[in-house]
């Protein structure tokens, strides 16, 4: 990219903003900047406020957003904002203007990142020739695959993360009798999320007579960290356990055995504890197809840039 472009990864609680530019080859970003949702009636009104602290007035844009995208819009799954190209691209002076899933995001910037960006999670032989998974939970839980096709690849944005939730032990199971309560239908995100590690902390606690004083997903996180709730500390673990259970199933129905990477905002929060866990356990136990999952790698995006410099290798690449 010969000039800076305006990117933005937008979840449901949080839009993060930057300026990206493209030298010899890699792209970079400055100005990062991490706003409140809740402290803008609408994106257009967050970005037109960051944008008065840059210097520098982009053309062109790509904005990651956590939902669908429909016709170059999204109605956010866990957020009151909407997002229309036409509401944003004209006020804020952009000729061209993109907005993109944010995991679609991650797929695409996948190849941009360096081995910094990375940790191994689980080790494994990657069939070049297969699609790749991307993954992971923040404020919901986002899904993407990656698939070659011949000397390219095509990135496939999924709503994987609302795929119904598959109990596999009686703790698991009384978890989601006491979350079908307050849901009619119960999508492996109501657990796989900053939302999931409310209701499953809550559950857990309904289970063992505790009284739940209601906690925040980071303290919840925070807790377990410190060793000193013993309901957060198998929160975490039951979190991470059914992340292997689920990132499993889902290489099982897609054929993703050119690997898995996962993203998200939580799991680098938690980092400690989840590569202690027994996800990479959850992930190979398919019983007769533990044999297929089992060869293929897992790691981790530690760069929390990572889908900024999705965004505007969104705008390169396919242009």
Not at 209 to 226: C, G, M
Not at 278 to 294: L, W
Request: some cysteine; charged content about 20%; aromatic content about 6%.
């Amino acid at each position: 990219m010969a000039d800076p472009v305006l990117v933005a990864d937008i979840g449901g609680t949080n839009v993060r903003f930057a300026i990206a530019e493209r030298h010899h080859g890699v792209i970079a970003i400055r100005d990062a900047q991490t706003l409140h949702a809740r402290d803008f009636k609408t994106i257009r009104d967050a970005a037109a406020a960051f944008l008065t602290g840059v210097d520098v007035k982009p053309v062109r844009g790509c904005f990651a957003a956590a939902g669908p995208v429909i016709v170059n819009e999204v109605e956010f799954t866990n957020s009151n904002w909407t997002l229309r190209a036409a509401e944003v691209a004209g006020p804020l002076g952009l000729a061209e203007f993109r907005i993109v899933n944010d995991f679609y995001a991650l797929a695409v910037g996948a190849a941009h990142l360096g081995d910094g960006a990375f940790i191994s999670v689980k080790e494994g032989k990657r069939m070049e020739t297969a699609p790749q998974l991307i993954l992971g939970p923040g404020t919901g839980l986002g899904q993407a695959l990656i698939v070659p096709t011949g000397a390219t690849r095509r990135v496939v944005a999924t709503e994987g993360g609302h795929v119904s939730f598959a109990a596999q032990t009686e703790d698991e199971l009384d978890v989601k009798k006491i979350i079908a309560r307050d849901y009619r239908r119960v999508s492996v995100e109501r657990l796989l999320s900053g939302g999931g590690l409310v209701n499953i902390y809550r559950a857990l606690c309904e289970m063992r007579n505790v009284n739940n004083t209601p906690l925040q997903p980071d303290q919840i996180t925070a807790a377990a960290a410190a060793g000193n709730d013993a309901i957060a500390v198998r929160t975490v673990n039951m979190f991470c356990e059914i992340l292997g259970r689920v990132a499993g199933d889902a290489v099982l129905s897609t054929g993703a055995r050119g690997g898995v990477i996962l993203g998200g905002g939580i799991l680098p929060k938690i980092q400690e504890a989840f590569l202690k866990s027994a996800f990479a356990t959850c992930f190979v136990d398919k019983e007769r197809m533990s044999d297929y999952i089992g060869a293929v790698p897992v790691k981790m995006i530690v760069d929390e840039g990572a889908a900024l410099i999705g965004a505007a290798a969104v705008l390169d690449d396919e242009s």
